[in-house]
């Protein structure tokens, strides 16, 4: 874990983005991470295929 987070800290410095996965078996690191993505508005979305709810015609 220490190597992954000095690779995050430096990724970090130079204002890049980045995404980590987690793992299903770390429950409560991953829901106090969900649990702060709801307070945020993402900045983009993307959706893939008929958004849920739509009617087709």
Same mark, same amino acid.
């Given at each position: 874990?220490?190597?992954? &987070?000095?690779?995050?800290?430096?990724? =970090?410095?130079?204002?890049? *983005?980045? !995404?980590?996965?987690? &793992?299903?078996?770390?429950?409560?690191? =991953?829901?106090?991470?969900? *649990?702060? !993505?709801?307070?945020?508005?993402?900045?983009?979305?993307?959706?893939?295929?008929?958004?849920?709810?739509?009617?087709?015609?």
């Amino acid at each position: 874990m220490s190597m992954q &987070k000095d690779i995050i800290d430096k990724i =970090r410095k130079k204002e890049s *983005d980045f !995404l980590i996965e987690l &793992k299903a078996n770390q429950r409560s690191l =991953r829901y106090g991470v969900e *649990d702060r !993505l709801k307070k945020h508005t993402p900045l983009y979305s993307y959706t893939e295929g008929p958004e849920l709810g739509a009617m087709a015609g």
